[in-house]
């Protein structure tokens, strides 16, 4: 599902300027279309880790940032393992 | 916390298959066990169908005499550790979760934990709906714009075969063509023959301009280039590949490029000849019935049938079918009685047995 930025604001609960914020950090990085920026369930599920992670895990900004760094690494290299792994 | 206790995820029916609602349940404060019978709000129905809950006391591991403070710190130890997104290759971390997450809805909250303990609502109350979390996604490759190579960077350089093999498996990832997308599309029969321009709406809301060539074939399947789904890096967009479906027209049926339609003509315009009018896929023509037609006669509109592959048309055949008037005439009648020619005409002479 392709989502505006009001609908992805209507689903995920998050507060434009905290939205705003995640984008300008990269946490988030939407399509850019003509229109705007859209978003999708990906999205979605990302922000919902970033709310656990500073509302109730208690993780401020500089540490979401890394959080997020060190999981997109793990994902690619998950992803790579799995690649590998299916090409032997 | 009791490390014991946190082994035991209590979520399916003890062995032997004793009923839920006979089993006693962990008094909330005492420790004392109650039949769940007996507990307030209690409902048969309910009771079969819910999973078992544990006292979120015990989920969090700490004791009801706990501060707010402490159930805070005990659920953020747990939850860091269980988070499904900070443990990707964990299955049941989702489900450790959702208990502690939970336990920590009904007890973190000060008005709930209250109504908690005094009964008022059981440990299932506080049930998380389900959702979908980021690895979800990541893991199945949908989060791959945010996935992040430098986690293995260091083997790239390398000149061996697991390097060799991470540098295909990167490549063929970065600049993967995007994948092609399937639709039917419903075309007219004339439309078929002739060409048309026609606009697929995609359920997407999106709308795609098709080009359909003459002559075109039932299942016959376009292909527009690049106007699939988005490919990543250098890799180019994906195909649409439209399915072809040709409504049929009642009139007419198609061989190979030629075109068959039955025509009537009255009695008069069979034995007379004339001029009527036939349609085609370009719209009717005026054709001559020659003089002396029957019921079976085929005429040739030449070039009125769908494009041969290599130039040139088919043709339109026209079958002609007598058709008396609807009503019966008397003076025909008349005729045909003082028609002795007519009786002596034996029409099946070769279909005698």
Known sequence: MIMTREQFIATSGVRVQTLEFWIEQEWLIPDQTPTGPTFTEVEVARARLIQDLTSNLGVNEEGVDIILHLMDQIHGLRRALLEVHDSM | MDQGAAEVWLTRLPAGGVPLASIPLHDRRSGSCRRLEDRKGFRPDKAYTEQFVRNPYEVLGVEPTATAAEIQKAYRKLAKKLHPDLNPGDKSAEEKFKEVSGAYDLLGDADKRKRFDGGEIDESGAERPQHQYYRDFASSGRGHSYSDSSGYADFMGEDDAFAELLRRSQEARANRRGQDVHYTLPVAFMDSITGAETRL???????????????LVDGQILRLKGKGAPGAGKGGPGDALIEVEVIPDPRF?????????????SLSEAVLGGKIRVPTPTGAVTMSVPKGSNTGTTLRLKGKGAPHKGGGHGDEYVKLKI????????????????????????PREDVRS
């Open chain 2, 253 to 265: 049926s198609r061989k190979g490029d030629d075109l068959l339609i039955e025509l009537p003509v």
């Open chain 2, 323 to 346: 058709v008396l008037p609807r009503i019966p005439d008397p003076d025909l009648e008349a005729f045909v009685q003082g028609w002795d020619k007519g009786k002596s005409f034996d």
């Open chain 2, 201 to 215: 709406t995609l359920p997407d809301g999106g709308v795609l301009d098709v080009n359909i060539p003459p002559g």
